[in-house]
């Protein structure tokens, strides 16, 4: 089965994996265990629209704009959410 995730670079899903873990503590085992999980990265693609992941991508091509976006208090408890 294909996924959106499919031919995005390795290293800067580790990269931006590192980031999230480093602004969010806690989370840095959630997020391997999803990275490392192909039927829940599949099943996290199934339910993004398109633009959800151009969004992600362009974080995943600007880690400055990763930075910035996990500054707010919003976006980290938005990804607090989203990991469980």
Not at 28 to 48: H, Q, W, Y
Not at 56 to 69: C, Q
């Amino acid at each position: 089965m294909s996924n959106n995730f499919e031919g995005i670079d390795k290293d800067k899903l580790k990269n931006a994996s590192s980031i999230i873990s480093d602004s969010i503590s806690g989370s840095g085992d959630k997020i391997n265990a999803l990275l490392n999980d192909e039927n829940k990265l599949n099943e996290l693609a199934a339910k993004m629209k398109p633009s959800d992941m151009d969004t992600i991508k362009k974080l995943l091509d600007n880690p400055e704009m990763l930075k910035m976006v996990l500054s707010s208090d919003k976006a980290k408890e938005n990804f607090k959410k989203f990991l469980g």
